[in-house]
């Protein structure tokens, strides 16, 4: 179903997240948001990949054909691109968000992962995190689709694996995780391909069980990831130190006032009103301009 026009996603797409660990929603970017997204990340791509760049957001691998560095996944792209700040302010996004955690949500990660033309890196059988930060309240991704995914380049997913206990987890990655190298593999492990067009939103939990085999076809595959966790949740549990959370919160909220201000957004769309609850009530005057988008997790983290 088309996001166009919707302000938040149903109760029955919510619960299907929660007992699936994923979801698709069709047609979220479009027209001039989409295409200047996609411009402004082939402009990452395109500088990430022209040499190997001493810089610790350009993340290499090693390509399966030509045994070279290849460019795999590039972080803070909130930081390096203003568009990428007004998609963070996304309402109908961020109100789903919020259907899903709470008022208090914070966003954490922003990343873009690659799969290159001929020499796309496989990502392994993974979950993103443990279960350790985890609290009341799911932890997940929201990916922006910027190209198209088909079986040649596609995240393949095991629905419902978010609520495996650990001893199941790891029973499954000794029988699969080293053995998938090709889309036949992952077809036969009993995984379903996220299948998905450009300005598609897919949300994965982060314990869900998922990967993607090695890409040899000629696509390109971009997609934009932006991780969201409730507040209450990271100031007990962590993983990042409780100072953390304001300073995300004024990056959401700096963001929001951006996305009302650009140019190519429809004026008629319903800015998203961040309002959470004590005591994470944060002071913020809009057209703050922040020093940095970009906070270094490794500078955050729990000792």
Known sequence: MSTTNRLV????????????????????????????IQQAMQELVNYGSAEVRDNPDYMYGTGPKSGKPVLRRIEYVIDKRDEMKVLLGHPFILRSVEKVIGKDFIPTWDSMVLKMPGEGIIVRWHRDA?????????????????????????????????????EKVQQWFSEHREQDNTKEDFKASGAVPVLMQPGDVLFHNILLLHGSPYNLSDKLRRVVYYEFRAAHTEYELGPHVPEYIPLKQRVLLSCIEKRKKADYIPKEEIPYEYDPPEPFRVDWQPGTELPTYRYPHEQYWRK
């Open 9 to 36: 996603i149903t109760d029955e797409e919510r619960d299907f997240f929660l007992q699936n660990g994923y979801l698709i929603l069709r047609g979220v970017l479009q027209g001039e948001e989409l295409r200047r």
């Open 130 to 166: 443990g279960t350790e930060c985890v609290g009341d309240t799911p932890i997940f991704n929201v990916d922006f689709y910027l190209d198209e995914a088909d079986e040649d380049t596609c995240l393949w997913v095991l629905p419902g694996s978010h609520l495996w206990e650990v």
